[in-house]
């Protein structure tokens, strides 16, 4: 090296120490200065160029950074000790330092070589120096949980079979903490006096669960007792929903669903574990159906179905079923029953409709009672008469049952009664009853004793529905009789029309009057019109012959009549009478020496309908005086569809005059006067008769 230069420095510092063997130069260095990362620079000059090295601790390259585990203090430890040991483990180079912090401050008194630990920390820090790699690694001792874990409470299906079933599981999930506490609570009340700890595996994802099982004590079943998990984790606690009232007494329910051929019955009892079983039920081999299900309050429910045949079933047989639920400590016990007569009452099952004798049948020596059951699969069942109260057998007549659309049948019984027992006002009751009934399903009747008098009456239809194309029709009201029983028909001259000309309507009952009602429409086709009377008759108890309405007439009013016109002449007015017309479509019109009248001048009164079937009309002129004395011509024109009519009156011109000699009297009476007084005498008497028939056919249309 006789051409080379060799310079060294540590920190920048010279150094003379080397030693230089060849072209090797070594230089001895200090452990504890090496250790502090002191910088060595060889510098050699080769001619005129330096050249320059450093190396120091850290650029040896074969240092790893340390590895410090920190590890927290069991849950036990924390909640059972006052202190508690936070456990540091380090792997590092052997010149690197470990230094503890505690809550921010270093500690150095509880710390060892061996096993670096500190006692009682709620934060613990560990440093560990080295010059190439410091590290540093902190942990809190109150681990922070998780804000939404789930714990349940539940019964298992599995564990019915366990300590009679009293095990309740917890399951616990999306948890943070490895090691947990769970307590078991009735009514809010720890049962047990040590706390269980879990060690929790590693929750992959929150689909999974830890399940701890506890064992119900046997002084803690009772009805009132309700249970839940209380779980402590980390910093925190969380408590479960309850149960349900577990060992409360069991609940029994009966149900049924209708089948075609068979009838279902529907069994469900609830408890803690209830046992269901169906009695007295070997003889008919009935078919059986058990489920089992665990609710969410944690109660079993237990579900027995059975196959009755309608048969067996519609007999009225109970069937009663029994729950009973027993643990160690009670025993519970229940039985109800089920059969058609608790499902399905009077009002639903069947009705009776129970029927007197008819008017058609009074006269007769023997007069039939009519009974009509309607129901559900009656046909087994039997119907009792009773007369007077006694159960009668004579005189029964009872059809097969018939079978309805909508799925009901119809059984009809006859009881021919004598007719002295029907109007000494017996009662007659019809009874049917099932095997399972208390009571029978009964109606009652007998011959009314308070009977009203119906009220008849034929309402005319107008004039328009008379001559429509398809015909017209009468309207008979019957109305306020008792009891319901009527007879209904119509005459035409006196002569019964045939049922196919006319149709009777229902019975309806007036409830607050205690009365029924009925109507009759008797059809009028056109090709059967004619004049004459029809007549509306109705038979009933309440009297002995037969009531009646009748109408006159009827088409009179559409039959084309000519009107009759007559002039009368009052003091102020002149009076144009029409009368005998129809149908009553007619236009009156005056004129004066020709010309018309003007409309405030003249009043035409509205028609009137006479017994006869034709209208009657007057229309009046209003006389200004002197109108009449000078002559001038009035006219009454008539329009009317079956013609025009025209009548005229005036004044006539004075006549000579003859003098009547009355030897009894001073003045003598012109002779025109005379004939006035006698025209004026027969317009009032005329007047008089159409005012007195007019009055007459009104009150008499107002009382019928």
Known sequence: MKDLAVEWT?????????????????????????????????????????????????????????????????LRDVTTRDKVV??????????????????????TSHVTEKSEHVEDPARGQ?????????????????????????????????????????????????????????????????????????????????????????????????????????????????????????????????????????????????????????????????????????ENDGRLTVTIEMDVPQKEWHKGMNFPCEVEDQDQNVKNKETRDISICSVSPHSVFADIYLTGPSLRDKDKNNVPVTCLVVGFNISDLPVIWKVGGEVTSEGLTTLPPSENDNGTQSVRSELSLQASTWHGHAEVSCEVRRACDRDALARRISKAKDMQRPRVRI????????????????????????????????EANGTQLPTSRYTNGPVSSDAKAG??????????????????????????ESSAEPISDTV????????????????????????????????????????????SVEASDQRTDLPSKGPDGKFSVHSHLNLSSGEWDSGVKFTCNVTHITGALSVSTFKPEPKDEVLFVDNNMADAVPEDTVAEAMNMVWALLFLFLSCLLYSCTVTLIKLK
């Open 86 to 107: 936070v456990t540091c483990k380090v792997a590092a180079a052997s010149a690197s330092k470990v230094v503890w912090w505690v809550d921010d401050k270093e500690e």
């Open 515 to 540: 009365t029924y009602t009925t109507h009759s429409i008797l059809l009028l086709p056109p090709s059967q019109r004619h004049e004459g009377s029809f007549t509306c008759v109705v038979r009933h």
């Open 459 to 490: 309402l005319r239809p107008s004039d328009a529905n008379l001559v429509h194309s398809n015909g017209s029709s009468l309207l008979c009201e019957v109305l306020g009789f008792s009891p319901a029983d009527a007879i209904v028909h119509w």
């Open 10 to 74: 540590i920190d920048g510092q010279p150094q003379t120490t080397s030693e230089t063997t060849g072209q090797i130069s070594q230089l001895e260095v200090d452990t504890a200065l090496w250790r502090k990362s002191s910088n060595y620079t060889c510098r050699v000059k080769s001619g005129k160029t330096w050249i320059v090295e450093s190396i120091q601790v850290c650029s040896d390259g074969h240092f790893q950074a340390p590895h410090v585990q920190l590890e927290r203090p069991r």
């Open 552 to 595: 006159e007439n009827l088409f009179a009013s559409v039959v084309h009549s000519k009107p009759i016109v007559t002039l009368l002449r009052r003091t102020a007015e002149l009076v144009c009478l029409v009368y005998g017309y129809s149908p009553e479509s007619i236009d009156i019109t005056w004129l004066k020496n020709g010309i």
């Open 126 to 294: 560990v440093q560990v120096d080295h010059p190439c790699y410091p590290t540093e690694e902190a942990i809190q001792i109150s681990e922070t949980a998780k804000q939404n874990p789930t714990v349940t409470i539940r019964r298992s299906l599995e564990d019915l079979k366990k300590d009679g079933g009293a095990v309740l599981e917890c399951l616990l999930g999306d948890l943070s903490s490895n090691e947990i506490s769970v307590n078991l609570q009735a009514n809010g009340k720890d049962l047990l006096k040590t706390r269980l700890y879990v060690d929790v595996p590693v929750q992959k994802d929150q689909q999974s669960l830890t399940a701890v099982r506890f064992t119900i004590p046997k002084d803690q079943k009772s009805a009132d007792k309700m249970f839940a998990c209380k779980v402590n984790f980390a910093n925190n606690q969380k408590i479960s929903s309850p149960t349900g009232k577990l060992f409360a007494p069991p609940t029994l329910e009966l149900f049924l669903a209708p089948g075609s051929s068979s009838t279902k019955l529907v069994c469900v009892g609830s408890g803690f574990n209830p046992q269901l079983k169906w009695k007295h039920t070997t003889k008919l081999k009935l078919n059986e159906n058990r489920k089992v299900l665990l």
